[in-house]
């Protein structure tokens, strides 16, 4: 069910309107030639929940993702999928800040954990691949470290955190 604005020559959801979907879906914003184009925000019947650009019926320009079984993403968006830049808050306690591609992790990133420590270095299909720093808050040993697809590889360095 549509309720909003239309093109009177083309006959088509043009503006700003609201679609109900038979499944419960709810999109609220902006349309262009038939779709979802602009700002708006969508609510799925399984409880997710986006708010951002659209282009063409897809997600794509800066949104904010909040999925029900946990986790929010806010970043960069390209054809419906996590791309660019992005934070993804995994969990209370586990956070990613970096690049993403096709809804991975993908280039550098930052994760930091609720205990205080922190991993930066470089991912591959969502997964620590290449080199790696870990910073542990309780003052233990800085680690760098080479990965491949998730196995470590080869511990390159350990010292000393001076700021125990």
């Known amino acids: ?26 999109y609220d914003g902006l349309w262009k030639n038939d779709l979802f184009n602009g700002y708006g925000r969508a609510i799925m019947h399984n409880g997710d929940y986006y708010i951002g650009e ?7 320009g800066y949104g904010k993702y909040y999925y029900n079984y946990a986790g929010i993403y806010e970043g960069q968006w390209v054809n419906d999928s996590e791309e660019g830049l992005g ?19 993908q280039g550098v990133g930052v ?36 990965y491949e697809n998730e196995e ?7 010292i000393e955190n001076v700021y125990k």
Request: glycine letters at 12%; a negative charge; aromatic letters at 10%.
């Open 1 to 26: 069910m549509y309720q909003g604005e239309y093109d009177a020559v083309t006959e088509q959801r043009d503006g700003r309107g609201r679609f109900i979907f038979s499944n419960g879906d709810v």
């Open 54 to 60: 659209w282009k063409d019926d897809k997600k794509d």
């Open 87 to 105: 934070l993804w808050k995994l969990s209370d306690d586990l956070y990613y800040i970096g690049q993403c591609v096709n809804g991975e992790r």
């Open 111 to 146: 994760c930091t954990q609720n205990s205080g420590d922190i991993q930066v270095g470089q991912w591959m299909n969502d997964k620590q691949h290449g080199v790696n720093m870990y910073i542990p808050k309780d003052g233990g040993q800085i680690e760098i470290q080479i």
């Open 152 to 158: 470590l590889v080869e511990t390159l360095l350990q």
